[in-house]
């Protein structure tokens, strides 16, 4: 979990285009990969720079957030101690986000820690411990399209894909939405100084043989104040 | 399940004063107490001295008083456990509750029980049942078994589940934190796993952690198909799950109040017809436990201070501490009724550890936080007179940061932006930790302990957690 805070910022480039909820969905992507990049450059002249990729598997009222973790990174999370109950600081850095939406707009928020076969049930006063704003429309598909009203349309390509641009403050947001797929393909939002930036970008993926929420009978139901000592 | 009955057996021998039967129907009349003395000891969990100046300045700022300041008598409390520098919730208030130290993760027993056996691993399975081994340990007695011998009334009051470490400490015993079912069945008069030396049973139970007292099949985490619930109201007890069927219990019967599966939520997120107040269960204890005219031990705990800390959630801390704060102003009031002058009545209020909240400098006064002000949830801003006075000071990459950090936390992002109140105020708002953890870790700080009524004078200077549970049963003469 350590990255959770990664997870938010990054979608803050989304959230700054965030409007409510949404609106009726046919045939999307079921499966994407996004990159998202981060970078500043300080007074002293250093330019720090952060990435990261996470998939995303969608169906209709549901999404899983997995990060990409290199195989080494995940040994060594491997040979960390897992004790008991685990009641208290447990790792479950990088674990899969579990959302599901009901008909009521209502969200069910699970971290799912492979290692001990638990579902963490996410209140919602812990959404940000784990890295979800606790906006669907946003997360699952990475830009509210209700907010693509209040940006300026400036290009539609060969493939329907349509091109807004904002200007907010000291940054220029670009956001590119496929509207077929039902996601925003990239979104970047670039301060004017040349300072800092922040970039998103969606791939799709084949559909997967079966979604990654299958197959979780086994695993105990716990809750996130139980990591809690 | 054997270890578990043997676990319950150990318990009754060591701590039955006179061969208690775990299968007995508990008509045996209690002894009556000495003297009408009552005690109530409130525990924020968490709740360190800068958690408490936040406290402060969150709700009648800088120069204001919460009632936490307003008791006349003070001392600092070391925390240290036996194994660890910073301790945990349970070995703290054990320490309060039974004079002894003890390792981290240990409820209530002697000094040395492991919580860890030598692989590592933890005394606990995976569903909240204890693996403790017989001879790891043998338990202590607690202040709450001691007056309840000497025929006081008692009860336990939390936020928390009441199986969590702090409650578990005053009633129960185990060499680990997390066998919460076991903890539950220690509660539960006539049942098997009882602790005996709990007599007929403790008065009064207000708190969350349901899961703990039903089959797993019935919504609960137990394994071995009991529902303790059904137990208690067997055993006598009158169940109260929201607060109006908890006002509705007589003040002359006994209650076990659990509003919630798991912890009850935080004041912030709070749904009052359905979880009472902290200020609530701790006037409705007092009635209940003052209605038998026994003198009574009661202890009220803050407990989720500390959870909102551990998610560097500033803002659900510093509103849990204050509904903390109000609980003992309400008692404080119904108690100068009941005892005017507190002349038999000792209040003390402490914690049990600190966390690693800090307030960063050099702010302006900011006031006490409204709807409209951020205050000591907002930025640091310039003091000093000038054309920047009021400003919010910066970083240096020049982006602004809060009064209220974390030495450890899950949000240290790579780079800092620039933040505004309207974020940094928000009631979900994560403030920024120097190192970045899966979540925030308790500190090592004394804490402070403040009391009044009887005997109240006897705490001052720098004192031992252990120290506390010391004087306390000298005021009281239990020795």
């Known amino acids: 979990m350590s990255n959770v805070i990664h997870r938010l910022a990054a979608l803050g480039v989304a959230l700054m285009l965030a409007m409510p909820v949404t609106a009726a969905w046919a045939q999307p992507a079921e499966a994407l990969r996004v990159e998202y990049q981060q970078w500043q450059i300080g007074r002293d002249g250093v330019r720090q720079q952060m990435d990261y990729a996470e998939t995303l598997y969608r169906e209709e009222n549901a999404l899983w957030v997995e990060r990409e973790i290199p195989e080494a990174a995940e040994r060594q999370h491997d040979q960390h101690a897992h004790g008991g109950l685990g009641h208290k600081h447990a790792d479950v850095i990088g674990a899969p986000l579990w959302i599901r939406r009901d008909d009521q707009g209502g969200l069910d928020v699970k971290l799912v820690d492979r290692h001990e076969k638990r579902l963490i049930d996410i209140a919602p006063p812990y959404y940000g411990n784990v890295g979800f704003d606790g906006h669907w429309a946003e997360s699952w598909a990475l830009a509210d399209p209700r907010a693509l009203a209040a940006m300026q349309p400036a290009s539609i390509d060969e493939q329907g894909r349509e091109t807004y641009q904002l200007d907010r403050g000291d940054q220029r947001i670009t956001l590119v939405w496929d509207p077929k797929g039902r996601y925003a393909v990239s979104i970047t939002a670039q301060g004017k100084q040349g300072l800092s930036g922040r970039t998103l970008r969606a791939t799709p993926l084949a559909a997967p043989a079966s979604m990654p929420w299958q197959g979780l009978a086994d695993y105990r139901d716990r809750d996130y104040s139980d990591l809690l000592d | 399940m054997k270890m578990l009955k043997m676990a319950g057996l150990a318990l009754a021998v060591a701590l039955a004063g006179c061969g208690g039967d775990s299968d007995n129907d508990n008509d045996v009349a209690p002894p009556a107490a000495t003297s009408k003395k009552n005690v109530l000891f409130f525990l924020g969990d968490g709740m360190g001295i800068t958690t408490l100046t936040a406290m402060r300045i969150y709700q009648a700022g800088e120069a204001g008083s919460i009632t936490i300041d307003r008791l006349p008598e003070s001392a600092f409390v070391r925390t240290y456990s036996e194994d660890g520098q910073v301790t945990d919730s349970a070995p703290s208030m054990a320490a309060y509750m039974t004079g002894v130290k003890m390792k981290n993760e240990v409820i209530s027993m002697s000094t040395g029980t492991n919580a860890y056996a030598p692989d590592g691993s933890q005394y606990v399975d995976a569903d909240g049942n204890t693996t403790c081994e017989q001879g790891n340990g043998t338990p202590v007695a607690t202040l709450l078994e001691k007056m309840k011998a000497r025929g006081y009334a008692t009860g336990v009051v939390t936020t928390t589940r009441v199986t969590h470490a702090t409650p578990a400490t005053t009633y129960a015993h185990l060499c680990n934190r997390n066998g919460e079912n076991t903890i539950a069945a220690q509660m539960v008069p006539g049942g098997e796993g009882y602790n005996e030396a709990l007599g007929d049973g403790i008065d009064v139970v207000l708190g ?23 137990e208690m109201q067997d055993a006598g007890y009158q169940y109260a799950s929201s607060t109006s069927e908890l006002m509705d219990v007589a003040d002359e019967d006994r209650v076990l109040g659990i509003f919630t599966s798991s912890d009850m939520s935080y004041e912030l997120d709070r749904v009052a017809q359905q979880e009472p107040s902290l200020e609530e269960m701790t006037g409705k204890a007092i009635d209940m436990l003052h209605a038998r005219d026994s003198g009574f031990f009661l202890m009220v705990e803050g407990g989720r201070i500390d959870h909102a800390l551990h998610a560097s959630n ?30 038999n009545t000792l209040i003390v209020v ?3 550890h600190d966390h690693t909240l800090v307030i960063n400098g050099y702010a302006e006064r900011t006031g006490a936080t409204s709807e ?19 400003e919010p000071r910066t970083d240096v990459d020049g982006n602004p940061y809060t009064i209220l950090g974390f030495g450890n936390g899950p949000n240290r992002p790579d780079s800092r932006v620039a933040l505004n109140e309207t974020t940094t105020a928000g009631n979900d708002y994560l403030q920024e930790a120097t190192i970045q953890l899966s979540s925030e870790t308790h500190g090592g700080g004394d804490v402070y302990l403040g009391a009044t009524g009887m005997g109240a004078d006897a705490f001052h200077g720098v004192i031992d957690n252990t120290e506390v549970f010391e004087k306390i049963t000298a005021i009281l003469d239990l020795e």
């Open chain 2, 208 to 230: 969350g952690g349901r899961r703990h007292f039903l089959p797993n099949d019935d919504g609960g985490r137990r394994t071995d198909g009991r529902d303790l619930i059904a």
């Open chain 2, 314 to 343: 500033a803002k659900r801390a510093l509103t849990d501490g204050i509904a903390f704060d109000n609980a003992i102003a309400a008692a404080l009031e119904k108690m100068e009724d009941i005892d005017p002058g507190l002349e």
């Open chain 2, 350 to 352: 402490t914690a049990d």
């Open chain 2, 372 to 390: 409209d002000h951020a205050g000591v949830l907002g930025l640091v801003k310039n003091y000093a007179n000038g054309p920047n006075k009021g």
